[in-house]
């Protein structure tokens, strides 16, 4: 039951990674179309200050998690958070070219303050 349960964890990491690379690759807010009909619109999940980027927190902080649970079994470089905080980095600059798609600084940040939170979590909790 325990392998039945991993091999459940492992399998929804990488389809989140999947998922994370076609949302990102995406010319214009794929959620927004499917939500509002609208490319240009962002869904906000969260009213808050910072806008969207509290979008970028809560799903790179989902996918820490999962990550660092499937790295209990399987060391293999996708399951690091250095690759998470580098692929984050690399999408996010890939807002650059893709087309209607902007590079935002507080998405980074946001990106990068999502696998960081979790990690000084699982830190403290190791602690």
């Known amino acids: ?11 929804i990491y990488y ?3 999947l998922v994370l690379l076609i949302l990102y690759l995406f010319p214009g ?3 927004g179309y499917l939500l509002y009909g609208n490319l240009g619109q962002q869904p906000n999940l969260i009213d808050n200050p910072i806008g969207t980027s509290i979008n970028h927190l809560i799903f790179f902080s989902y996918i820490t998690v999962l990550a660092i649970i499937v790295r209990v079994r399987v060391k293999k470089i996708f399951s690091n958070y250095l690759f998470i905080i580098f692929i984050s980095c690399v999408l996010e600059i890939s807002h650059l070219i893709v087309p209607n798609r902007a590079f935002e600084l507080y998405d980074l940040i946001a990106n990068i303050a999502g696998v960081a939170i979790v990690l000084l979590f699982n830190r403290f909790i190791k602690w």
């Open 1 to 11: 039951m325990k392998n039945t349960i991993f091999k459940l964890t492992e399998h």
């Open 15 to 17: 389809f989140s990674l």
């Open 29 to 31: 807010s794929l959620i």
